[in-house]
């Protein structure tokens, strides 16, 4: 355990490996609870902004013994199929969260922290009296801290555990993931909707593509399985049907994951430091929240490096989250309604092919600068 602050990061994605690394490599002592084992896909769309780009090469967190590819066009399609291409001005890279999120974790415990893979966080208790916390693991054992940083991502028990209101009600959507091999060009991340859903595809390293969408529980239940989903409702755009007839699958199966919620959260509970998805989760249609998940961290550890109040640190952290991520989510929940809808995306799609400076501005609006 080096010396400053005890913390303990709850969960392992971009937000808590992020935070476990810069925290720890300012000396403090943390410990990291991941419930899965590293490497291992997830749901996610796996386009990263540049906006963190910088911030990860000079720290060393992006590997460097693989080709990643580099993304500056926007390719969208209507439910009917009908394209449009647009220049990204900040644009981004492909990268997989098997390999982004492994690295990460290499990196958390060369800076010096702790990382428990396997094992699931039950309860985090604030003890007012000793001013620390306790947080509860799945086999009951307690380990103690001065600070928590909830990194538990879009849904976790610990969210029902401390009651957020969020829980209370359930979402429609799902997400599905795939790695695909597929003739398309590597510089493009495209967004084809479909009735109720979009589905997005961008290279990855290793000439792998991912192609994953958003789409609605009770379509999937109409349907009965993802094959008859997609070819059901997906399909329906021809230009998706053209990319699941052409493709080779890579996965036995897709990963699926729902419960995806993008109502408001807040960053702070219980003096639980909230970051990431855990703080409040974009649109994916944005391709911007593992970026959101990164510079949060970035904030948040800088935040704490700099204070010993702990008031102090929960005020400036509430103030800078709400600077940099408020706007961008309500933002990203309002784009949402464009999409998925016959006429919307119609609309959508008009809005791109004639005025690039209000898809510019658009853009603009869901993204940060890079730092
Ligand atoms: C369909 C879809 C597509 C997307 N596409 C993109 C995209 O292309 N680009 C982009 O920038 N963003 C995209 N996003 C958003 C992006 O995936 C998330 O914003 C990002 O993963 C957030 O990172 P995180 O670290 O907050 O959470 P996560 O990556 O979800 O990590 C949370 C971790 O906490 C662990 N955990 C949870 N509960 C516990 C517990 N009780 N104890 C221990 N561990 C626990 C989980 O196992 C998990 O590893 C997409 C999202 C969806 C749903």
């Known amino acids: 355990?080096?010396?400053?602050?005890?913390?303990?990061?709850?969960?392992?994605?971009?937000?808590?490996?992020v935070s476990a690394y810069l925290l720890a490599k300012n000396g403090h002592s943390v410990r990291l609870i991941e419930k899965k084992t590293y490497p291992f896909h997830r749901v996610c769309g796996e386009y990263l902004s540049n906006e963190v780009v910088d911030f990860l090469e000079r720290e060393g967190l992006l590997p460097q013994n693989v080709t990643i590819p580099k993304i500056d066009r926007f390719e969208f399609s209507d439910t009917k199929g009908r394209i449009v291409q647009t220049p990204l001005d900040l644009g981004g890279i492909g990268i997989s969260r098997f390999l982004l999120d492994d690295f990460l974790f290499q990196r958390a415990i060369e800076a010096g922290a702790e990382l428990l893979c396997g094992k699931q966080v039950h309860q985090v208790h604030f003890i007012q009296e000793s001013d620390r916390f306790q947080v509860v693991l799945e086999d009951g054992?307690?380990?103690?801290?001065?600070?928590?940083?909830?990194?538990?991502?879009?849904?976790?028990?610990?969210?029902?555990?401390?009651?957020?209101?969020?829980?209370?009600?359930?979402?429609?959507?799902?997400?599905?993931?795939?790695?695909?091999?597929?003739?398309?060009?590597?510089?493009v991340v495209a967004l084809h909707n479909f009735t109720n859903g979009y589905c997005g595809i961008n290279a990855v390293e290793e000439n792998r593509f991912n192609l994953c969408y958003l789409g609605r529980r009770e379509d999937l239940r109409k349907?009965?399985?993802?094959?008859?989903?997609?070819?059901?409702?997906?399909?329906?755009?021809?230009?998706?049907?053209?990319?699941?007839?052409?493709?080779?699958f890579l996965f036995e199966k897709p990963e699926v994951i729902n419960e995806i919620s993008f109502e408001e959260k807040s960053p702070i509970e219980n003096h639980i430091l909230m970051v990431g998805d855990a703080a409040g989760l974009i649109t994916p249609l944005n391709g911007n929240g593992m970026a959101m998940a990164i510079r949060g961290a970035y904030i948040l550890a800088d935040i704490v490096e700099n204070n010993t109040e702990r008031n102090t640190i929960e005020e400036l952290y509430q103030k800078q989250w709400n600077l940099h991520f408020k706007n961008r989510l309500l933002f990203g929940r309002w784009i949402q309604k464009l999409f998925g809808a016959e006429i919307s995306s119609a609309f959508a799609r008009n809005l791109l092919k004639n005025s690039h400076w209000l898809s510019q501005q658009i853009i603009r609006n869901t993204h940060g600068s890079p730092f």
Do not use: C
């Not at 801290?145 to 990194?151: E, F, M, P």
């Not at 209370?168 to 790695?179: A, C, D, E, L, N």
């Not at 009965?224 to 997906?234: D, M, N, Q, T, Y």
């Open 223 to 248: 349907h009965g399985s993802i094959p008859e989903l997609e070819r059901e409702v997906l399909w329906k755009n021809p230009v998706l049907r053209e990319i699941f007839q052409e493709a080779e």
């Open 1 to 17: 355990m080096g010396k400053g602050k005890e913390i303990i990061v709850v969960g392992g994605g971009l937000a808590g490996l």
């Open 141 to 187: 054992k307690i380990l103690e801290s001065d600070y928590v940083i909830g990194a538990f991502g879009k849904r976790s028990r610990i969210d029902s555990f401390l009651a957020r209101a969020f829980t209370q009600k359930r979402s429609p959507f799902i997400g599905v993931k795939y790695h695909i091999q597929i003739n398309r060009p590597t510089d």
